[in-house]
């Protein structure tokens, strides 16, 4: 049972544009959120994060939207650039259960073109 | 210097080896976390450590074991390899808190034969 779904597994976008990545989640209880970025061969980094409290939350180039009724969220990134070719991994966690647990998407791949 | 860092970054193994995969950190986090990823299936928990006496299972812990040597190292072991356990494995940390966020290691590619 896939509870953080993306499923978009890839995103073709031209440098400058608007890259717009999505992400599910089937459990309402979950009120913290975070996306992950990774390069090939290294680990994933943490990019930016938004509480359940929040609708929006901006960090230069990349703006995390949560649309808590839908059970949605996204990450649009502009202008997008060719570095930020990556796997974008979406993830969610229920902060009140004290455990730090993640539960990760499966990642999409977005592809910038110069 | 990088502050979470894994050792072995690649191994090949055969079925039915006992292998280790070593975590370290000098973030000076309370909690780690062993993590595999798989084509497709993003990033699944094995095992995770609240500090040295707190061990937790996660969604895969099954042919896996792991010890907290101390707060700063966190191993997984693979007590008899078999092929379905090939992946990437990543370590994380983090500070306890209410809402925490993870810093991971680069990760290990493990292929077993």
């Known amino acids: 049972d896939q509870q953080v779904k993306q499923n978009s597994p890839s995103l073709s976008v031209q440098e400058g544009r608007i890259s717009i990545l999505n992400c599910d989640y089937t459990?309402?209880?979950?009120?913290?959120f975070l996306w992950y970025k990774k390069y090939p061969a290294e680990g994933p980094t943490f990019l930016i994060s938004?509480?359940?409290?929040?609708d929006k939350n901006e960090d230069g180039r990349f703006t995390v939207f949560l649309n808590k009724s839908a059970k949605h969220l996204s990450l649009h990134i502009v202008p997008s650039q060719p570095g930020d070719s990556a796997v974008y991994f979406c993830?969610?966690?229920?902060?009140?259960?004290?455990?730090?647990?993640?539960?990760f998407g499966q990642g999409t791949t977005l592809q910038v073109k110069p | 210097d990088a502050d979470v860092t894994q050792t072995p970054r690649n191994r090949i193994t055969k079925t039915g080896k006992r292998i280790m995969l070593e975590c370290s950190q000098t973030?000076?986090?309370?909690?780690m976390y062993w993590y595999r990823q798989d084509p497709g299936l993003g990033l699944r928990l094995i095992y995770y450590?609240?500090?040295?006496?707190?061990?937790n299972k996660g969604e895969i812990s099954d042919g896996y074991s792991v010890s907290r040597q101390a707060q700063a190292k966190f191993s997984l072991s693979l007590e008899s390899a078999i092929p379905n356990q090939t992946a990437l494995y990543f370590c994380?940390?983090?500070?306890?808190?209410?809402?925490?966020?993870?810093?991971f290691g680069p990760g290990t590619r493990l292929l077993v034969l």
């Open positions: 994380a940390t983090s500070a306890s808190g209410t809402q925490e966020t993870q810093y």
């Open positions: 459990n309402s209880m979950f009120d913290y």
């Open positions: 938004i509480s359940s409290i929040k």
């Open positions: 993830a969610a966690s229920l902060s009140s259960s004290n455990t730090g647990k993640l539960i």
């Open positions: 973030k000076g986090h309370d909690r």
């Open positions: 450590s609240f500090d040295v006496k707190d061990i």
